[in-house]
DNA sequence: CGGTAAATCGCCCGAATGGGGTATTTTTAT
DNA sequence: ATAAAAATACCCCATTCGGGCGATTTACCG
């Protein structure tokens, strides 16, 4: 990417919301610096417009929202960074709290805005991406600097709330598969029938969308959740 | 501190090269919404000034500079925020590197620019940080976001060679299996037959002494070895 | 060049898995 | 007390996997 300055940037937006997606796609439509290359009010919708884009269509960033139906932002964010290195994200959310933005950069966000900030600012944040840097909110960036500066505290005060919505049982499950255990094993170590640990395995796959043994391994070693 | 908007923001400045000093001084001059309280060249006339100040005299933020000569502006940082806790201190440096970053954190500087930072925008950074902001340098936000997304990687990521003696391709069989594709899948992906890859997969599970996939793909990523 | 190792390919068979579905029991929430 | 949700259990069927076996081709080394 050289020579940003003439070049056209790439965005797109995921935002559920009708209407502020719709003000938002407006606005940005008045800088020509930037392309529109797609809007979507989910993260699965995201997703399906990054698969079946072109390398040369993709976005080089993308707003996101975190409250999304379906797979949340943070998760969309997650799966986007595992296949689209070359898209950045800035999360663009009304949530402040700690746990939100801790888990945003865990997945790999670039930048992180709050809502409120004025259009200007966010076309600046979009093309400040493009040349390394990470356009975080003030507040926002307060709160980096209090997890650095108090390392650990965050992950260990919130008790690191689960992704995906896991049951305790079904953690206790997920630890044994991802220690290569079968199914019978599994059965024979937690005294259930192999066909309940078989139904619990299903039900994680569907929390985790994944289909696999390796895909939920690997997914739960990436996000710790074993 | 109510009502920061009609408040005039004490400001002090500690910078041992004179040139800049002044520079930075005249400047600041021009906003009225500034009071410029002190200017030093060393981190300990910055103390000085602040032992002998009556409180109300006290800056509400510092600019200050890391290289000092005598005590450096993190120590400086560090004592003043052991003392004065309602003074800000944003380091104003030309360092880039983690290390000054994050021990300028960890002794509680509430912000961090980099000396080509617009004076409009450091006066902004000024205000931000009345507000409860956090003013950083986006280049330097990449820098804070990549130590909470990786904490204490750097550690292990060095000369991480490739245990268990695989060969190229089957490092490639087994990057594919950790993304939880099916031999079939992965042959597609590697141009050989389910047959070959299926063989791969074989002496894979013999060198690391494994015998599932979610066993190899919990040891590939515990290794780093994908 | 010849021998050996590595890579590629193929098959058999039993075990295991994944996805769909149903049913019962237990727990939880109202 | 009741309804809904969660946990437990089971079945069907198709596919995939793992381990064993064997063969051919290619690459490497002395």
New binding site residues.
Partial sequence: MTGTTGQILKVAIVEDHDIFRKRLSELLGFYEELELVFTTESGEGCLNYLNNSEEENLPDVILMDIELPGISGIETTFQINERYKDSDIIMFTVFENDERIFESIQVGATGYLLKDTPIDEVVKALKEVKRGGSPISPSIARKLIGMISKPGKEETSEESMVPFDL????IRILEQVTEGK???EIAEEVY??P??V??????I?KKMHV???AAAVRLALKRDIV
């Fill in positions: 049951s305790p049982a079904e079968s199914n019978k259930l029938s066909w309940t078989k139904t619990h395995i299903k039900n796959y289909n696999s043994r």
